[in-house]
């Protein structure tokens, strides 16, 4: 039985907020085709500042995870005014900068940085720089930053240079004011030149959501967090996984879903705190249109009004969504929303479509295992190629009403309820050209391992059913079957 500590405790500190993304713009109206490119890390990134020791301003390099870095007018700080995951983060004032003092062989890709003012200063403003000789000359890369809030954001940059090049970032407004970086994530550029592999035959990329505190709490409904900080790729890198890689690999709730993911040719990345969530917007490397399917696992804050213009607008030009709630009184952050009213908000809030999935998300409680599955030999979620679904098991979910004569098939019901149009633990959809599939219990997606301190449960592996629903499902929504 699952713990109810995990869905009905909130946490006293209160969660990691969505942070906005200072390069978001407007998402366009017209639909840009979804990219199955696929992208790696760069050797040594993500960078987090968590190794070496530098206290003073004065001009001087540091040995980093990712290599050797000059660090003018800047220092690793770890006071409680630092804004920083882990340990530290570098500290920047008048027109410092941080610069690499090695060349990444693979090129760069795309880019971010996480940055924050630094304790009671004043916002400041900063860039992106980057060589492609070694450090003699710089050009600029993308947009001025200005960093306003206390709390790390996150800045995206299309870097996408090939050979060997190296990257600076520089504080622009010359004050006092002192600003933190953190979490610098850099991609080997995939273009002409590059090194990073090519994607498997077939394979699809899924993002998962990381940016609507879905690690408040007791909750770790992501690939990997490491440090308590949730990485865009998750470590160890995902081209390490074999056929017979375990799930311990990645450390959260959700690495044996991504680790099998990996092992059937696909790519997976999480989307951290701070990271816009957008449709059609190319300076920002995890837009939506770069991706096949979109998880979102039990989102505790909001959408905005553009989030959901760009998750329904991803959709309906062809993108999958995978939709998990929990249940009613579920709000695990204290912002008084939890992930029901969150996701009927989105369907009914919006400037898209109202109801565009044809179906709600009841407030409800229930905890059961049912074998009351739809009769359908040919519905490929319940009966696909990573196995059939015979039963589900919630423990403390909420159910789905279907809106009469929508497009929302219905795939399991409550065990004792008529195959009707409510009662319903899991269904199908479509809008437009893409495909949704919703359940409304996060357990059966839990692989039982997490962050230290948290209470996890093996939702995964307790009913053979479920890794098959939550496997055939993504397969359906990547329209690979």
């Known amino acids: 039985m699952k713990q109810l500590l995990r869905y009905l405790a909130a946490p006293l500190l209160g969660a990691t907020l969505l942070g906005a993304c200072a390069r978001q713009e407007p998402t366009p109206q017209l639909a840009p085709a979804i990219n199955s490119s696929q992208d790696a890390t760069a050797p040594g990134f993500p960078e987090g500042f968590e ?103 996150t800045a995206s940059f299309a870097v996408n240079m090939a050979g060997a090049v190296r990257l600076q970032v520089r504080k622009t407004d010359g004050s006092t004011n002192r600003l933190n970086f953190d979490n610098i994530t850099v991609e080997s550029y ?33 690939l990997d967090v490491d440090g308590g900080v949730v990485p865009r790729y998750p470590t160890p890198a995902a081209s390490g996984i074999t056929a017979s890689t375990p799930e311990t690999y990645w450390a959260a709730a959700l690495s044996a879903w991504g680790v099998a993911l990996v092992k059937l040719g696909n790519s997976v990345e999480n989307l951290p705190t701070g990271t816009a969530i957008t449709y059609g917007n190319t300076t920002n490397p995890q837009d939506l249109s770069n991706y096949n399917v979109f998880v979102i696992d039990e989102p505790n804050t909001l959408f905005t009004a553009t989030e959901k213009t760009a998750i329904l607008n991803f959709v309906k030009n062809g993108g999958g969504l995978f939709m998990i709630s929990d249940h009613d009184v579920s709000d695990r952050n204290n912002d008084g929303q939890d992930s029901p009213a969150i996701w009927n908000d989105l369907m009914s809030n919006n400037s898209v479509q109202v109801n565009p999935f044809g179906y709600s998300i009841a407030l409800t409680n229930i905890s059961e295992t049912s074998t009351n599955v739809l009769a359908s030999s040919t519905n490929v979620i319940l009966h696909g190629s990573q196995g059939n679904v015979t039963q589900l098991k919630f423990s403390n979910g909420a159910t789905i009403t279907k809106t009469s004569g929508s497009a929302a098939v219905p795939l399991v019901w409550q065990g004792s309820s008529s195959q009707g149009l409510s009662n319903i633990m899991c269904a199908s959809s479509t809008f437009g050209t893409g495909r949704v599939f919703c359940i409304t219990d996060s357990s059966p997606a839990d692989d039982g391992t997490g962050s230290p301190g948290n209470t996890v449960y093996p939702g995964w592996t307790e009913i053979g059913s479920h890794a098959p629903l939550h496997l055939n499902a993504s397969l359906w929504l990547a329209k690979q079957q």
């Open 51 to 153: 190794t070496g020791t530098k206290t003073a301003y004065t001009t001087g390099s540091v040995t980093l995870g990712s290599g050797s870095w000059t660090l003018n007018d800047a220092l690793l700080g770890n006071t409680t005014a630092d804004a920083h995951t882990g340990s530290q983060s570098a500290r920047v004032r008048n027109s410092g900068t941080l610069s690499m003092n090695f060349d990444l062989s693979g090129g760069v890709g795309a880019v971010t940085v996480g940055h924050a003012r630094y304790g009671t200063d004043a916002s400041g403003t900063w860039e992106l720089w980057a060589s492609a000789n070694g450090g003699s000359s710089y050009a600029k890369v993308g947009s001025t930053i200005t960093s306003s809030t206390t709390t790390l954001s």
């Open 190 to 222: 995939a273009g002409t030149g590059g090194n990073t592999p090519a994607p498997s035959t077939g394979g699809k990329k899924f993002l998962f959501d990381a940016s609507h505190a879905e690690t408040a709490g007791n909750a770790d409904w992501v």
